[in-house]
C-alpha cells in the first residue's frame, strides 16, 4: 500500500525510483521470511521514524485486499458443494418464514436481507469452528447478529430442533409455541443464552463474558481454557459507543479467546453505514488502534487470478479510489454495468478483465460469501495468541434477493417477495421447488437419510451437538451463611449510627470471610471503592488483574494498600458503568452459562445506573440474571453538594417496569439485612430468575433493632414501625418513609404529636414496587375468579380504612403514587421531581417539600380535607412552619 499512499493522500512521489526499491525490498522479505519478518520491519521503521521527528498522519490500515494470502489459506477441510447447498435451504427457509408471517399478518416485520448477508459467516462457524457444550468441555460462546435470527431458526428447522408449526409462528408468540424476533433467553430459555436484540449490547457483552471467563480460572472456580467466544456483528452496529466501549481493555488482557466477526455489508437501515468513506478501512483503523488483530476477508476465489495478474497493484488503487456508497451502487447492478463504472474507467482494469464475460465479472463475489476465505479467516482467528481478533468480512445485504433487495437502499425493511423475485431466488441457488412451491412459501428439508441431512448432522456431531442452547445449570452452590453470621450487627444495631451504605459494604465484607460461601461472592465496582469504604476489600480479596502486580503501590506501607492479583477477587471496572454491568451481568448469569453459580454484587452510584445503563441491565434480565445491584448514594438529597446529574430521582421507578427485577428502598440496616438474605436465598436456594435492586445512603443516622416478626412484612415491602401520639385517638394520620426519608417521616409525626396533638402511624415502605405489584396481580386474580371472599393485598390490608395515608420517599411522586389505586383512603404523595440541586441535605429537602414541616403540612391538609380537622389548624400549620405559597414548585425551577 506504501506505493499507492501518495496518491491517496493526493502527493506526488518526487523520486520513483527509490520508493520502488523500498517496496520490492520489502516484498522481497516478506516472500522469503514470511509475513511476521516483514511486520517486524516496519514496526522498526515505524520506531526510528518516532526518534526522528517523522509522523505519519495516515491512517493505520491496510491495503483493500485479503489479509490472508491464497499461498496461506490451506486445503478446505469440508464438502464445498454440500456446505453451498446446505446454505441455499437455510436461506430459502428464513426467507419463506418471514416472507410467510408478512403475508398472513402485514404488521409482524421481521428481517431477510441481514442473514442473506450473512448466512456463509454463520454457516462456516456452525460447521466448523462453533463448539457445544459437552460433558467434557464448556461449550464455545456465541453473540448471534440479531438481524440474523431468522437463519438461526432455518438452521434449527432442519436439525429438527423448531417444528414447522414453530416456524408458523414467526413473532407470534403470545399463543405459545411461537419463535421470538431476536435473541431473547427469557422467551426461549433451552434455545437463545445470550440477548443481543438491542445493537451495541453484544460486543461490549461479548468482551465482558471472554474477560470473565478468564476471572473464573485465575479464581480457579471453573476451567475455561480452550474455550472461545464469538460474536457476529454488524457494520453499522459499531457506531454504537457500547460496540467499542470494551475494545482496549480485550487488548489490554490479551482476550486471545475473543473473535469478533464483523459483517460488513455496507448498508445499514436507511443507507450505506459510510457512502462517502470505507467502514471497513475505519473499523481496520479503530481495531488496530486498540490492539486488537484484524484480518479482512473482502474479495472472494474468483479475484485471486486478477490479483496474481495486477502487478502494477491497479486494482489497489481502483479499490482505494472507491468510497462505500458506489461499492454498493455496484453490488446492485449486473457485471456489465461493473465494467463500464469500475473496470474501464482506467485502462489498466479494462485490460486486466478484458478477458472475462459480463456473466463472469458479476460472478465476482466479496469475500464474506467465499467458504475458502472465510475459512481461513476463522482458523487464523482462533490460532492467534496473545490479542482478540476481528475479522471484517466483507458481504452484500441481500444477497441472492436481486432486484427485491441485494445491496438496496431498502434491503434492511424488505419483508415480501413477489413470484418474480421467488423463482429468481429459486434459480441463483439451484433449490428443488416447483412454482406451487414457491407461491406457497413451503418449507423445504431434504430426507432424513439424504447427504445433506447426513453431512449436517455429522458436522455438528463433531463440534459436540447443537447450537445455540441454553442451559439451566445445575452445579450446586454452597449454602447462604446464616444472616446472624454476618449481619448481626444490623439486625441488632443498638441505636448506633451508621449509614446503610456502610451495612451493605460491611456485611458484603462478612460474606466474604465465610470459608464455603466467600469464593462464590463476585464484588463489582466502577472506581469508586473508596467512596464506598470497600477498600478494605483491596487488601482482603485483591482486586483481579490478569498479569498480577507489576509495580510496587505508591500506599504499600498502608493497612489497605491497593494490592492486584491474578487470583484477585474484586473486579474494579474503572471508570466504565458500562462495562461493569457488563461484568455483572456475565457473573449473574454464570450458572447457566459456565454451570459455575456464583453471587455478584455491583455498587455504583444510583443515578448511573438504571438511567445511564438501564438498556443493559434489561438485557441482563432478558438473560435471567441473578445477583444484587446496589444503586449507592441513592436518592435526590442524600447525596449533598452533588447535584443534578448525580442525584437519582427516577431508578425505583423505571426498575419497576423490569418484571424480574425485585426493587428496594430501605431506611434501615436491619432492613437491608433481611432483604439481602431473603433475595440470596432466592437466587440460590430456590434458583429463582430473579435479580435485586437496593438503593443505599450514604447518611449516617441511629440505627434501631430490627422488629420482631417484620421479616415478612419487610420483604413484602411494608411493615407498622411504631406510633406516635395518642394510640386511642381516632382521628389520625398514615404516613409512610422510605429509604433516607423515613427520618423526615417520624421526624414530621414527631413535630404533629408535639405541635398539635395529631396522632401519626408510620410505617416503613421497603418496596412500593413489591406492594404494586402484588396489588396488581390480585386486582387482576379476583376479576377473573370472581370470589365470593376477594383477596386483599398487603397494602390494603395495611392500610385498610379511609383515614389518610401521606407518604414521601427521595424519589419523584409517581413511585409511591404506585399503590395509590389500591387503597380507599385518601393518598398524598411527596417526593423530588424536577432537576436536582446542589446544597445541603437538609436545604435539599426544604426545597423539594419533603422535609417534616412539608410532610406534616400534607398530613394537615388531608385531613381537613376529609373533614377530620378544621381549615384554621392547616392555616396555623403553614405560619408556624413558615412555609411561602408563593415559592415556585420544584418542578418549575
Not at 647 to 668: E, K, L
Not at 754 to 773: H, K, M
Request: proline share 5%; glycine share 10%; charged share 25%.
Amino acid at each position: 500500500m506504501s506505493q499507492l499512499e501518495p496518491q491517496a493522500f493526493g502527493m506526488v512521489d518526487p523520486d520513483p525510483v527509490e520508493t520502488q526499491e523500498w517496496t520490492e525490498a520489502l516484498s522481497a522479505v516478506a516472500s522469503a521470511s514470511g509475513s511476521e519478518r516483514a511486520q517486524f520491519l516496519l514496526r522498526q521503521l515505524e520506531g526510528v521514524a518516532r526518534d526522528n521527528g517523522v509522523f505519519l498522519h495516515g491512517q493505520p490500515y491496510s491495503a483493500y485486499r485479503n489479509t490472508i494470502p491464497v499461498a496461506q489459506q490451506g486445503a478446505y477441510p469440508g464438502d464445498l458443494a454440500m456446505e453451498e447447498r446446505l446454505t441455499a435451504i437455510m436461506r430459502w427457509n428464513a426467507l419463506a418464514m418471514v416472507v410467510r408471517a408478512n403475508r398472513a399478518y402485514g404488521e409482524l416485520g421481521g428481517h431477510i436481507a441481514s442473514y442473506a448477508s450473512a448466512a456463509e459467516i454463520f454457516e462456516m462457524g456452525f460447521n466448523h469452528f462453533f463448539r457445544a457444550k459437552t460433558p467434557e468441555f464448556g461449550g464455545d460462546l456465541v453473540y448471534f447478529q440479531p438481524h440474523s435470527a431468522p437463519g438461526v431458526y432455518a438452521r434449527a428447522f432442519l436439525e429438527g430442533r423448531l417444528s414447522e408449526e414453530q416456524m408458523n409462528n414467526y413473532r407470534q408468540e403470545t399463543g405459545g409455541n411461537g419463535l421470538c424476533s431476536y435473541p431473547h433467553p427469557w422467551l426461549m430459555p433451552d434455545f437463545w443464552q445470550f440477548p443481543t436484540g438491542s445493537m451495541g449490547l453484544g460486543p461490549i457483552s461479548a468482551i465482558y463474558q471472554a474477560r470473565y471467563m478468564r476471572y473464573l480460572e485465575g479464581r480457579g472456580l471453573a476451567d475455561t481454557a480452550g474455550r472461545h467466544v464469538w460474536g457476529v456483528f454488524g457494520d453499522g452496529e459499531m457506531d454504537e459507543p457500547e460496540s467499542i466501549a470494551g475494545l482496549t481493555l480485550a487488548a489490554r488482557e490479551n482476550l486471545d479467546n475473543l473473535t469478533f466477526i464483523v459483517n460488513c455489508n455496507l448498508q445499514r437501515l436507511d443507507g450505506p453505514v459510510r457512502g462517502n468513506g470505507q467502514i471497513i478501512q475505519e473499523l481496520e483503523s479503530l481495531f488496530i488502534g486498540a490492539g486488537w488483530n484484524v484480518i479482512k476477508v473482502l474479495w472472494g476465489s474468483e479475484w485471486d487470478g486478477l490479483f496474481a495478474r495486477d502487478k502494477d497493484l491497479v486494482l489497489l488503487r481502483r479499490f482505494a479510489e472507491t468510497v462505500d456508497g458506489q461499492y454498493q451502487d455496484l453490488g446492485s447492478k449486473d457485471g456489465d454495468y461493473n465494467r463500464a463504472k469500475f473496470f474501464d474507467t482506467d485502462p489498466a482494469t479494462r485490460d486486466l478483465v478484458a478477458h472475462m464475460t459480463d456473466a463472469e465479472i458479476h460472478a465476482l463475489k466479496r469475500g464474506g460469501h467465499d467458504f475458502r476465505k472465510l475459512y481461513a479467516a476463522f482458523a487464523a482467528a482462533k490460532a492467534h495468541k496473545g490479542r482478540p481478533t476481528v475479522i471484517l468480512a466483507k458481504t452484500k445485504k441481500g444477497y441472492g434477493m436481486g432486484n427485491a433487495g441485494e445491496s438496496r437502499m431498502t434491503a434492511h425493511q424488505s419483508k415480501k417477495l413477489d413470484m418474480e423475485a421467488l423463482v429468481a431466488f429459486r434459480d441463483r441457488f439451484d433449490l428443488p421447488l416447483s412454482e406451487a412451491d414457491l407461491e406457497a412459501l413451503k418449507f423445504y428439508r431434504p430426507a432424513d437419510d439424504s447427504p445433506e441431512m447426513t453431512y449436517l448432522r455429522t458436522r455438528r456431531e463433531g463440534l459436540g451437538g447443537a447450537l445455540p442452547a441454553r442451559h439451566q445449570g445445575g452445579a450446586a452452590i454452597p449454602a447462604v451463611p446464616a444472616l446472624a453470621s454476618y449481619g448481626k450487627f444490623a439486625t441488632q444495631a443498638e441505636g448506633r449510627e451508621m449509614s446503610t451504605t456502610m451495612a451493605a459494604v460491611r456485611m458484603m465484607g462478612g460474606l466474604l470471610k465465610d470459608k464455603a460461601f466467600g469464593p462464590r461472592i463476585v464484588p463489582i465496582v466502577a472506581d469508586e471503592a473508596r467512596t464506598f469504604g470497600m477498600d478494605n476489600l483491596f487488601r482482603q480479596v485483591g482486586i483481579y488483574a490478569p498479569k498480577g502486580q507489576l509495580y510496587e503501590p505508591e500506599d504499600a506501607g498502608s493497612m489497605m494498600f491497593y494490592k492486584e492479583a491474578k487470583d484477585g477477587q474484586l473486579l474494579e471496572e474503572g471508570i466504565t458503568e458500562a462495562g461493569a454491568i457488563s461484568s455483572w451481568a456475565a457473573a449473574a448469569t454464570s450458572y447457566s452459562v459456565h454451570d459455575t453459580p456464583v453471587l455478584p454484587f455491583y455498587i455504583y452510584y444510583s443515578m448511573f445506573g438504571f438511567q445511564r445503563i438501564g438498556d443493559l441491565i434489561w438485557a441482563a434480565a432478558d438473560q435471567r440474571a441473578r445477583g444484587f445491584l446496589l444503586g449507592a448514594t441513592a436518592g435526590r438529597t442524600t447525596l449533598s453538594g452533588e447535584g443534578l446529574q448525580h442525584q437519582d430521582g427516577t431508578s425505583h421507578v423505571i426498575a419497576a417496569t423490569i418484571p424480574n427485577c425485585r426493587a428496594y428502598d430501605p431506611a434501615f440496616a436491619s432492613e437491608l439485612a433481611v432483604i439481602m438474605d431473603h433475595g440470596m436465598r432466592r437466587m440460590i436456594d430456590e434458583q429463582a430468575d430473579e435479580f435485586y435492586y437496593v438503593t443505599v445512603m450514604n447518611e449516617n443516622y441511629a440505627q434501631p433493632n430490627l422488629p420482631e416478626g417484620r421479616e415478612s412484612d419487610i420483604i413484602k415491602g411494608l411493615y407498622h414501625f411504631g406510633t406516635r401520639g395518642d394510640d386511642k385517638a381516632e382521628t389520625r394520620v398514615r404516613l409512610l418513609g422510605s429509604g433516607t426519608i423515613m427520618q423526615q417521616v417520624i421526624a414530621a409525626a414527631d413535630l404533629l404529636a408535639a405541635r398539635f396533638g395529631i396522632a401519626s402511624d408510620i410505617y416503613s415502605a421497603t418496596s412500593f414496587t413489591e406492594l404494586a405489584r402484588e396489588a396488581r396481580e390480585i386486582e387482576r386474580e379476583n376479576r377473573l375468579c370472581a370470589h365470593d371472599e376477594p383477596r386483599i393485598s398487603h397494602a390494603a390490608r395495611l392500610l385498610s380504612g379511609r383515614m389518610p395515608v401521606v407518604a414521601a420517599t427521595d424519589y419523584v411522586r409517581a413511585l409511591p403514587q404506585m399503590i395509590a389505586p389500591y387503597l380507599d383512603a385518601r393518598m398524598v404523595a411527596l417526593g423530588t421531581d424536577g432537576f436536582g440541586r446542589s446544597d445541603t441535605r437538609t436545604a435539599l429537602r426544604a426545597f423539594f417539600e419533603v422535609d417534616p414541616q412539608s410532610i406534616a403540612l400534607a398530613a394537615i391538609d388531608a385531613l381537613v380535607r376529609d373533614g377530620h380537622l378544621p381549615r384554621d389548624i392547616q392555616r396555623e400549620a403553614i405560619a408556624a412552619f413558615g412555609l411561602d405559597a408563593q415559592k415556585p414548585s420544584p418542578w418549575t425551577v
